[in-house]
């Protein structure tokens, strides 16, 4: 097959990012708590990853300044986000120093920050970091999970927060 796109000696990262923005994303909200507070942030990069053992990943930039906090504590909770939760996401989303100030949460089961209104969350503690390109993958082991209420998620698109509809 002769069909192939071309090949190109410099790399167009704007061109990277209009591409990979055609492809939508659902959002959640990674936490943990750090030597007794509440650290997260917003993440586009999840997915489930092995139902044998149950694994889950996200992927987080290098440079992040919450990931240091969650990386030492060892364990996190990943809190999926509904269609109305947009606020939420921009918080974590933020440099703000206290983003726990504005919004209701309680402990998950492994002590993590448990975020009020999600649809579901899922606690893991963390099994591998991989480290590849600018991104660190890391791969956590569920340990427990559950679905919290029915609706949408919120969905990242080509630059801007969405829904889903069927």
């Known amino acids: 097959m002769t069909d192939r796109a071309p090949q190109t000696s410099a790399f167009d990262a704007a061109k990277y990012r209009q591409v990979l923005g055609h492809f939508p994303t659902g959002v959640t909200v990674i936490t943990a708590t750090h030597e007794g507070t509440p650290t997260g942030t917003a993440i586009g990069s999840f997915a489930s990853l ?3 053992p149950p694994q889950v ?3 987080i ?4 300044s ?3 906090r969650l990386r030492a504590v060892g364990q996190f909770c990943v809190n999926i ?3 109305d939760q947009e606020s939420v996401c921009r918080v974590f989303s933020s440099k703000s120093e206290d983003k726990f100030a504005e919004i209701g949460w309680k402990r998950s089961g492994n002590g993590s920050p448990l975020i009020d209104g999600v649809l ?3 606690d893991c503690t963390t099994a591998d970091v991989v480290q590849s390109g600018d991104h660190d993958i890391v791969i956590g082991h569920v340990t427990d999970l559950d679905v ?3 609706g949408g998620p919120l969905l990242f698109f080509r630059g801007g927060y969405g829904r889903f509809q069927l």
């Open 57 to 59: 990943l996200f992927c």
């Open 50 to 52: 092995s139902l044998e």
């Open 61 to 64: 930039g290098q440079t992040s």
């Open 81 to 83: 986000l509904a269609e």
């Open 66 to 68: 919450t990931w240091p």
């Open 120 to 122: 579901g969350y899922i």
């Open 148 to 150: 919290l209420r029915e």
